[in-house]
Nanobody
Framework: QVELEESGGGSVQAGGSLRLSCTAS????????MAWFRQVLGKEREEVAT???????SHADSVKGRFTISQDNTTNTLSLQMNSLKPEDTAMYYC?????????????????WGQGTQVTVSS
């Protein structure tokens, strides 16, 4: 069972930056899709960014140009660099992994999730 643990959330003023990290343990599959999601209480979960084992990354239009997903395979760490933060970026952020996936595609089922880390952006 893959275990994911997020860190790096916090409170920041609009225009500021945060870097989220997600460390994966007990993971050995060579193919996967890893993703960052966010959710505001009472609203639908939103896919923020994805990256596959080959390093192909994708970002939601709402964060494109401001957020960057990356991975470090030597430390099994997924990161999300968030710049130019806006109040509407306030949410709980989760990392997730779909083991065995060759590509990140819409509707992909993610089998493992972290506990989440809160990001709050004030105006």
């Amino acid at each position: 069972q893959v275990e994911l643990e997020e860190s790096g959330g916090g409170s920041v003023q609009a225009g500021g930056s945060l870097r989220l990290s997600c460390t994966a343990s007990n993971y050995a599959h060579p193919s996967y899709c890893m993703a960052w999601f966010r959710q505001v209480l009472g609203k639908e979960r939103e896919e923020v960014a994805t990256i596959d084992a080959a390093g192909s990354a994708s970002h939601a239009d709402s964060v494109k140009g401001r957020f960057t997903i990356s991975q470090d395979n030597t430390t099994n760490t997924l990161s999300l660099q968030m710049n130019s933060l806006k109040p509407e970026d306030t949410a709980m952020y989760y990392c997730a992994v779909a083991s065995g996936a060759f590509r990140c595609v819409p509707g992909l089922r993610y089998g493992s999730w972290g506990q989440g880390t809160q990001v709050t952006v004030s105006s």
